[in-house]
């Protein structure tokens, strides 16, 4: 396990900011977007009442997802979306009327600031966090669509290499729901990485979740779409998250170029 000291905060834009967008070529057929980049809490949100060192674990983000989102947009000159706020604050990967929205206990943390959140304070963050990272993928979405073919969707996320101290066999997995135009190559081409990948078919979750980000922008425009898991000790330090980055890119190139 990676100890909090070697995950720090995030450097987070200012709570007025709540989304990051990479520049890349909008026609290229592909956006990439990172619904947990960020373990930031503004200021003016107390904390939340959490414990600093719970701003190191999964439950704050997902470790190493948004440097690898941003390797992987640079490599293939495609744009990318990323939140700056950590899903504590509110999650962009659920419906609005999901009750994990806004957590009020994630993986045995108690989140006080959350506790007696009521549906005024809840519709306040979606205003402030959730409505405009939803704003910012549509307008990736529009501007791709404007200038070349309908761009496939894939969202980058990682996982713990524990679950209730089970261990998980899968470096990476691929989740999606019926669609498989994406996940279905993506998978296939994992399988046969020369090192040897154990590849989650739908794990180390299901996908399919209702209302959430691929659910919002790309099942409901009928784009191809993937919801990319990989392990987090993998992709914790700069060295596996250029490894990953880079595996990816390899893999969606030959997709780019053949975009039917």
Same mark, same amino acid.
């Given at each position: 396990?990676?100890?909090?000291?070697?995950?720090?905060?995030?450097?987070?834009?200012?709570?007025?900011?709540?989304?990051?967008t990479i520049p890349g070529h909008?026609?290229?057929?592909?956006?990439?977007?990172?619904?947990?980049?960020?373990?930031?809490?503004?200021?003016?949100?107390?904390?939340?009442?959490?414990?600093?060192?719970?701003?190191?674990?999964?439950?704050?983000?997902?470790?190493?997802?948004?440097?690898? !989102?941003?390797?992987?947009?640079?490599?293939?000159?495609?744009?990318?979306?990323?939140?700056?706020?950590?899903?504590?604050?509110?999650?962009?990967?659920?419906?609005?009327?999901?009750?994990?929205?806004?957590?009020?206990?994630?993986?045995?943390?108690?989140?006080?600031?959350?506790?007696?959140?009521?549906?005024?304070?809840?519709?306040?963050?979606?205003?402030?966090?959730?409505?405009?990272?939803?704003?910012?993928?549509?307008?990736?979405?529009?501007?791709?669509?404007?200038?070349?073919?309908?761009?496939?969707?894939?969202?980058?996320?990682?996982?713990?290499?524990?679950w209730r101290g089970v261990a998980?066999?899968?470096?990476?997995?691929?989740?999606?729901?019926?669609?498989?135009?994406?996940?279905?190559?993506?998978?296939?081409?994992?399988?046969?990485?020369?090192?040897?990948?154990?590849?989650?078919?739908?794990?180390?979750?299901?996908?399919?979740?209702?209302?959430? !980000?691929?659910?919002?922008?790309?099942?409901?425009?009928?784009?191809?779409?993937?919801?990319?898991?990989?392990?987090?000790?993998?992709?914790?330090?700069?060295?596996?998250?250029?490894?990953?980055?880079?595996?990816?890119?390899?893999?969606?190139?030959?997709?780019?170029?053949?975009?039917?």
């Amino acid at each position: 396990m990676t100890s909090s000291a070697a995950l720090p905060r995030t450097d987070p834009l200012p709570p007025e900011q709540p989304v990051e967008t990479i520049p890349g070529h909008p026609g290229r057929g592909l956006l990439v977007l990172c619904d947990h980049a960020s373990n930031f809490i503004p200021d003016d949100l107390g904390r939340l009442g959490v414990p600093e060192p719970e701003f190191a674990r999964h439950i704050a983000y997902d470790i190493g997802a948004a440097a690898v !989102t941003r390797r992987l947009a640079a490599l293939l000159d495609v744009p990318a979306v990323l939140t700056t706020f950590s899903r504590l604050v509110i999650d962009p990967n659920r419906g609005r009327e999901d009750p994990t929205l806004v957590m009020r206990l994630s993986d045995g943390a108690i989140i006080p600031g959350n506790a007696r959140i009521d549906a005024a304070g809840i519709a306040e963050r979606i205003r402030r966090f959730y409505a405009p990272y939803d704003r910012a993928v549509d307008a990736a979405i529009a501007a791709a669509q404007e200038t070349g073919p309908p761009p496939m969707i894939l969202t980058m996320h990682s996982f713990t290499p524990f679950w209730r101290g089970v261990a998980r066999p899968w470096q990476v997995g691929i989740l999606y729901d019926g669609d498989e135009r994406l996940s279905r190559p993506l998978i296939e081409a994992l399988q046969a990485d020369p090192a040897g990948l154990t590849v989650g078919d739908n794990q180390p979750y299901g996908g399919g979740l209702p209302g959430d !980000t691929v659910d919002r922008h790309a099942t409901a425009r009928g784009l191809p779409n993937a919801l990319v898991e990989i392990r987090q000790d993998l992709i914790a330090g700069a060295e596996g998250q250029e490894e990953w980055a880079q595996r990816f890119a390899a893999l969606l190139r030959p997709m780019l170029a053949r975009p039917a």
